[in-house]
């Protein structure tokens, strides 16, 4: 016997529930970018790590003999820093098709005839790029480093081509100090010149250290090895000789010794232990670096490494910027066949992007821009290309 009381209706899931702010309209449409954006992440980074990694890896299995799991495994983990490029592109793609869509199904002229805006149409747009955007970024600092170094030393070991963690051959490290001259201006002036011919992991063999901390030369220390004594925060020098030298240049009196302390910075020894590349490291390594190598006095890697570190922050806004510039060409009255006018557009606007990021940073190496600035310039340049094609629709 059937009651006749009405059966419950049970709710279907909805992913995007959870977002506590917009409205039905901005569900509707992020939940509409999502596999759009799935599917660029998935287009755009298979096409990166094939063209960056994949041929590669094919010519080292056939050439050198690399096992198929050691390439699979180098695959994997270079997979991570190709799905961070494709992070900005997919967004871009996924706001261009569905606006686009939206446009050619006259869903945005019914949206616009209610009275909202082309302003608060691509809010929704906004919205997931800014939380991709922060995806972005931890992505970027906590898996693609620490990925990019593990295939790098995974490769290394594979091909017998041990990469030790620290610079084994011709460490040098200069040290100046801040002075300021009689017109009142601050310069560095050198005191130390250190350098070791060898490095073990842990000791310094063939070293010779020359002393510029009076005025001139003031003596040279030629020594056999030398390790870092960690509990006396000092360096013990081990079958070599001190040279003092007089301010005429001769030699006042030489000192032989099988061991002696000498009060000299740990930072040779961070020098030489020194071995990732910029994309093995995250900002705070970076920052590290940056100091360590400031006081090396090597100013050309130096300022390397200060654009990349900004651009490590100034590359995840890309996101935004993409979300912009894609719903507001996606937004344009279109039929269905400018579709495709508008994905080559895309590939334009990426194309561009990365040639901004290009010349920017050959204008920093040449001294026209500042670090900060190179780094974000094409992001401004974006932002504001986007916001005129947002303001010439809402006209």
Not at 29 to 53: D, K, N, Q
Not at 114 to 119: K, L, Q, T
Not at 190 to 214: P, V
Request: glycine share 8%; net charge positive; hydrophobic share 45%.
């Amino acid at each position: 016997m059937t009651s006749g009381l009405p059966l419950p209706q049970q709710k279907s899931f909805n992913l995007f529930s959870w977002l506590p702010f917009g409205s039905v309209m901005d569900r509707y449409i992020i939940r509409e970018l999502f596999m759009p954006f799935l599917f660029g992440v998935g287009a755009f980074s298979s096409i990166g790590v094939a063209v960056g990694v994949l041929f590669e890896l094919v010519r080292r299995i056939t050439e050198a003999g690399l096992p198929l799991s050691v390439a699979l495994q180098v695959f994997l983990l270079k997979l991570p820093y190709f799905v961070s490029l494709a992070f900005p592109m997919s967004i871009l793609l996924a706001c261009l098709m569905v606006y686009g869509r939206l446009s050619s199904d006259s869903e945005l002229i019914a949206l616009r005839s209610s009275g909202i805006s082309v302003y608060r149409i691509v809010v929704p747009a906004l919205i997931l790029s800014l939380i991709v955007t922060g995806i972005t970024f931890v992505f970027n600092e906590a898996v693609v480093p620490a990925a990019n170094y593990q295939a790098g030393q995974t490769l290394n070991q594979a091909l017998k081509r041990n990469r030790p963690g620290f610079r084994d051959r011709n460490i040098v490290y200069q040290e100046y100090r801040k002075e300021v001259d009689e017109d009142g201006d601050k310069q560095n002036r050198l005191t130390r010149i250190f350098y070791a011919s060898e490095f073990n992991g842990k000791e310094m063999e063939g070293l010779t250290i020359l002393d510029f901390s009076r005025q001139g030369l003031n003596q040279i220390v030629a020594s056999e090895k030398a390790s870092w004594n960690e509990d006396q925060k000092t360096w013990d020098f081990y079958n070599g000789t001190i040279y003092l030298v007089a301010p005429d240049g001769s030699y006042r009196n030489i000192l032989r010794f099988d061991h002696q302390q000498l009060q000299l910075p740990r930072t040779p020894l961070d020098v030489a232990r020194t071995t990732r590349d910029d994309t093995e490291m995250n900002i705070a390594e970076l920052g590290r670096e940056i100091k360590l190598v400031e006081q090396t006095g090597n100013t050309k890697k130096m300022r390397r490494l200060i654009v990349r570190r900004e651009q490590k922050y100034a590359f995840p806004f890309a996101c935004l910027l993409f979300g912009l510039i894609g719903s507001s060409l996606g937004i344009r009255p279109q039929r269905s066949g400018r579709r495709a006018t508008g994905f080559g557009l895309s590939l334009i606007i990426i194309m561009v992007y990365y040639i901004l990021i290009s010349v920017c940073e050959a204008l920093y190496n040449l001294d026209f821009l500042s670090a900060g600035l190179a780094a974000w310039l094409p992001n401004i340049i974006g932002f504001l290309a986007g916001l005129f094609l947002l303001n010439r629709l809402n006209r």
